[in-house]
Structure formats: structure tokens, C-alpha cells
């Protein structure tokens, strides 16, 4: 059966041509007929924020393609001098219950959803069906509306005849063209002028799976407000939760034997676990040990209110200094382990000037993330020819972070630690007290150590680290490892440890080497033999009451 002034399975006859009774415009003197995969004649345009859909309508409309619109969506198009048919010439449905339903319709579903094969063709004649061959939406803003909106104001952003209209364009991908993406405005017009306002199916197949994303991530911020309250009650993070993620493969993971895949993680307002912005500027792609080391270098950045800097290796610090400058505080930081910041990670949390350039000369550095850099020294920085140039700011220490790490093929996720100490939780446990400078010290120390992997300890002066031991399996193993990186600078340091120390050894290796303060968070059973020997040795030691582990 053909289709009213259509020839069956041809192209259309010149000029316009009937279709149930509409006279409908033309798309091309000589175009393809509707079994045609692909090819756009008319154009469905469905949003709540109308503007970011404006340059994909006019290009639509420029090429000849004929355009529907729900009624709000209409007449913002129309304001702005382009013509569109209302979605109720379709359905004869305007709009019910205060706007809930007037998409939901079988007719313009039928539109959709229908193959354009000999039977399809023949039931859309039957049923008085115009057929759609491209459907762009935009949801209502749920997500948005999740950071400010509660109760029944939400319940009234959950989206229903939008994501039910991009699912069907997107399952009927073989002859329709889904659209969830502004984003693919340019490369869709440009295929559209390639190929005779044809969209190949390897594109529709693409704009299909990211149309499906777009509606799984939209239902996931629903779930994720309705068990708001389960997570209240149970002070969980989530009871179940589906994560959202877009994957890249990396050339290999920790060792070149070994594959690996980059997944930015996102999640809907409320659980806030979202890809911190990176730039890379230079050099080839970053590798896995990159992002572990940058995830550390940027999360001790932003402990730092004053300029900063961090050196890491193995994805934990060994160097970090802040103070008034940035230069001084770069080349504490790299002072404080010579051996171990070759082929390391650096970061700064303020631009790096010429002279910044000038003290990383002489160290391999693998990996360098800072803020901003100029032309000048970007220029400078090219001579570099193995060095990685990532441009990013630390993370808003105010701002709830989640971190995950899998385990026995199962995802562990914790909030991250973000909790501050302050001086009115020092308690003094020794005869001996430390001074103000040493107390300041001691606070900077504790910043650091949260940050290095356990067993850890930190030693300082002022507001650099002097020497750093981490990863040991023992805390004397710790101490012993941050003096010998510190040499003689331990004399007259301040020591900051993650967890407590659980026999006086520790304690007394770094009273021998000249560590004139201890900051740890106390609670181990031979605390009473730990502060004895403190006392013998004249250090001042004060507890905290909370650990600090990194594993």
C-alpha cells in the first residue's frame, strides 16, 4: 500500500505532497522516500530550557526540514521567526492535568516508533500517523532542581513524556535520529550536508546510546532523592546507588602488562562524586600512576589557604611546604626528599612564575598541575620534552567528596577526610609544652601526614616538611625513614604520626634525633608508657583523640 501522492518505496513527485490528508512542504525537489533510513524530513523539538535547542532548530529549518514542537517550545520559536507545527496537530491533545500529559499519545509515539518497512509504512497510513525522523529533547532539570527544591516542587521536575520520547527515537536508531546532546549540534548538521540531510547509522547508533545514558543518569537523580531518606536514617552514603561513568582506555595501568580503563564517575546532586576539571597541556596522554599521583598532590593542595606546594611519588607526598610565596614554598617542598622527587608528581595551588621554572631545574619531574601558566612560561616549560603539564585547581575543601577503591571485586566508597583539627583540640599529656611556633608547626605536620600512606609520620619545621615516612608497616618504621630523609634538619622539627604509637620505640628514636614535639591521636593501651618516656626525653606530646589512616 503507498502512502497519498507517494509512490511506493520512490521519490516523492515535484512539489508538495499529501500525507493523511496534510499538505506538507517539501524537504527536496528530488529526496528519498520514508522507508529511506535515516534521512530527516521532519523534526520533533521538546525542551524545558528552550535556548541550548535554538541553533540545532535553525539549522534544521534552513535545510528545508519540516518542524513540531510542544506547545511552550513552539512558541519560543516562533518569537524568534522560525515556523513549527504544534505536537496537538498529531494528537489533538493540547495539554492535561497542568501539563502532565500531553506528549504521552500514540499517535505521535507512532510517529516515532514505527519501522519504515512495507508493513510499517502501510500501519502508518492506517492509523493516520506523520512520521518523525529526528527527535530532540531536553529534559526538565531535575538534577538542578535537586540543589534548591524539595517535596512537591521536585516531584513536579520529574520528567516523564520527554525521556518516554527519547527512549523511542533511540530504540527505533535504524530510521530515526535520537537527540539528547546540544553538544552534537555542529556534527550533526555537518553529516546532514555531507550525506543529502542523511544521518549515517553508525551516528544514529551512537546518538541512541547516549540518549539511553541520559535517561538512566536522569532516573538515577530520582532514585537518589526517593532514598534520600533511607540514607538519613540508616548514616550511609547510599543504600543502593547506580553510578554513572564515561570511559577512555589508558595505554596501560600500573605496569605495561596490564589493562586499563579511565571511568569519570558521576553522580547526582546530594552525592557529590564528580570528575575533578583537568586540562592537559603537554605531553602524551596521562597513565594511571598519573591520576593516583595527581588525586594526592591536589588533595593536599587544597589544605593550603596560602600559596602551596606539593611534591608526590607513588601517590603520597614526599615534600609540601605553604607560606607566603609560592617560590619559597616550591623549593621546600622539593628540599625535603631529594632522592625521592626524581621522576615525581608537583603541584601548586597559585601560578607558576619563571623563577618557579627555574627551581625545577635539575629535577626530573614527571608530572607538573598548577592553576594557570602563562605563555612565557608554558614556552619554557616545552623544552621539557618528558614532562606532562596539567592545568588544575585543588578541589573546594568545603565541598563533600566521596573516594572509592575496589576490593574483592566490590566497591568501597567513603567520604573523603576532610575533617580539620584545630588548636583547641591539642591536649597536652607531657610536663613539657611546645611553643607557638612549634604548635603551628604541629598543625601543618597533621595536614600533610592524612595524606601519606599509613603507617605515617611527617616531620616539619615551621610550615615544610623536612622528612617523611610512609607505607611502613610498622610505626618505628615510619619514624626511622623520616629521620633519615630529614639527616640534620630533624633537629629542632616538630612530628606528626596518623595513629597512635603503640610502644614508646618510636617515640624515643625521634627524641635521640632532636624532634622536639609530637603530635598523635593517643588511645593505645601503653599510652602511660609512651608519655614516660617523653618525659625522660623532655619532648612535648600532645593528643588529639582521632586518627588520620591511609591505606
Known amino acids: 500500500m503507498t502512502l497519498p501522492g507517494r509512490r511506493a518505496f520512490g521519490p516523492p513527485p515535484e512539489g508538495d505532497f ?18 529511506s533510513p535515516g534521512v530527516v524530513r521532519r ?21 528545508g526540514i519540516e518542524l513540531y514542537a510542544t506547545d511552550g517550545t513552539r512558541r519560543f520559536l516562533s518569537e524568534r521567526g522560525l ?8 494528537t489533538g491533545l493540547t495539554s492535561w492535568f497542568g501539563g502532565r500529559v500531553k506528549t504521552l499519545h500514540p499517535k505521535l509515539f507512532g510517529g516515532i516508533l514505527a519501522p519504515r518497512d512495507a508493513k510499517g509504512l502501510e500501519e502508518i497510513e492506517e492509523h493516520g500517523v506523520v512520521p518523525l525522523d529526528l527527535v530532540a529533547v531536553l529534559f526538565y532539570p531535575f538534577e538542578e532542581a535537586l540543589l534548591g527544591g524539595s517535596g512537591e516542587d521536585l516531584v513536579e521536575r520529574i520528567d516523564i513524556g520527554g525521556p518516554s520520547l527519547l527512549r ?9 535520529v535520537p537527540f539528547p546532546d546540544p553538544a552534537d549540534t555542529e556534527t550533526l548538521l555537518a553529516e546532514l550536508d555531507r550525506s543529502g540531510l542523511r544521518v549515517g547509522l553508525e551516528t544514529r547508533r551512537r546518538l541512541a546510546r547516549k540518549a539511553f545514558r541520559r535517561c538512566a543518569l536522569y532516573d538515577v537523580a530520582i532514585e537518589t532523592w526517593l532514598d534520600e531518606p533511607e540514607r538519613a536514617a540508616r548514616g550511609a552514603l547510599a543504600s543502593d546507588l547506580t553510578l554513572g561513568a564515561t570511559g577512555e582506555p589508558l595505554r596501560y595501568g600500573e605496569n605495561p602488562h596490564q589493562r586499563a ?8 546532586p546530594g552525592l557529590p562524586f564528580e570528575p575533578w576539571p583537568l586540562e592537559p597541556l603537554k605531553g602524551e596522554g596521562l597513565s594511571y600512576n598519573n591520576y593516583l599521583d595527581l588525586e594526592r ?89 618528558k614532562l606532562k603539564l596539567v592545568r588544575a585547581s585543588p578541589p573546594d575543601p568545603g565541598r563533600p567528596r566521596w573516594e572509592a577503591r575496589s576490593a574483592t571485586g566490590r566497591l568501597l566508597l567513603q567520604e573523603a577526610d576532610r ?7 591539642l591536649r597536652q599529656v607531657t610536663r613539657a609544652g611546645a611553643s607557638e611556633e612549634e604548635i603551628r608547626s604541629l598543625l601543618f605536620a597533621w595536614k600533610v601526614v592524612r595524606h601519606v600512606r599509613s603507617n605515617a609520620v611527617v616531620l616539619s619545621r615551621e610550615s615544610a616538611t623536612v622528612g617523611i615516612g610512609g607505607g611502613q608497616t610498622s610505626r618505628v618504621g615510619a619514624v626511622r625513614v623520616a629521620l633519615e630523609v630529614a639527616g640534620d634538619r630533624a633537629r629542632g622539627s616538630v612530628l606528626a604520626s596518623d595513629a597512635y604509637f ?20 593517643g588511645g593505645s593501651i601503653r599510652d602511660p608508657e609512651v608519655i614516660a618516656a617523653a618525659d625522660r626525653l623532655g619532648l612535648a606530646m600532645y593528643f588529639c583523640g582521632w586518627r588520620v589512616f591511609r591505606h
Open 261 to 268: 580503563t579511565l571511568l569519570a564517575l558521576s553522580s547526582p
Open 18 to 35: 499529501i500525507l493523511l490528508g496534510k499538505s506538507l512542504p517539501r524537504v527536496s525537489a528530488v529526496g528519498p522516500s520514508l522507508s
Open 502 to 521: 603503640p610502644f614508646p620505640d618510636g617515640l624515643e628514636e625521634a627524641g635521640r634525633a632532636g624532634v622536639r614535639a609530637i603530635l598523635q591521636p
Open 83 to 90: 515556523a513549527a507545527h504544534g505536537t496537538e496537530e498529531l
Open 168 to 176: 523511542a527515537a533511540a530504540k527505533n536508531y535504524r530510521f530515526v
Open 43 to 63: 523534526a520533533l523539538l521538546v525542551a524545558d530550557r528552550k535556548e541550548p535547542l535554538l541553533p540545532l532548530a535553525q539549522g534544521l529549518a534552513s535545510r
Open 297 to 385: 598532590v591536589l588533595a593536599l593542595l587544597s589544605e593550603f589557604e596560602g600559596p602551596g606546594a606539593v611534591v608526590a611519588k607513588h601517590a603520597t607526598p614526599c615534600g609540601a611546604a605553604t607560606g607566603p610565596e609560592l617560590l619559597p614554598a616550591l623549593t621546600q617542598a622539593l628540599e625535603t626528599d631529594p632522592v625521592a622527587r626524581y621522576g615525581s608528581a608537583v603541584g601548586v595551588n597559585r601560578p607558576l612564575t619563571l623563577e618557579g621554572v627555574e627551581a625545577l631545574k635539575g629535577t626530573f619531574v614527571d608530572l607538573l598541575v598548577g592553576p594557570e601558566f602563562s605563555p612565557e612560561v608554558r614556552e619554557r616549560l616545552l623544552k621539557r620534552p
Open 419 to 425: 575533617r580539620e583539627l584545630t588548636r583547641g583540640e
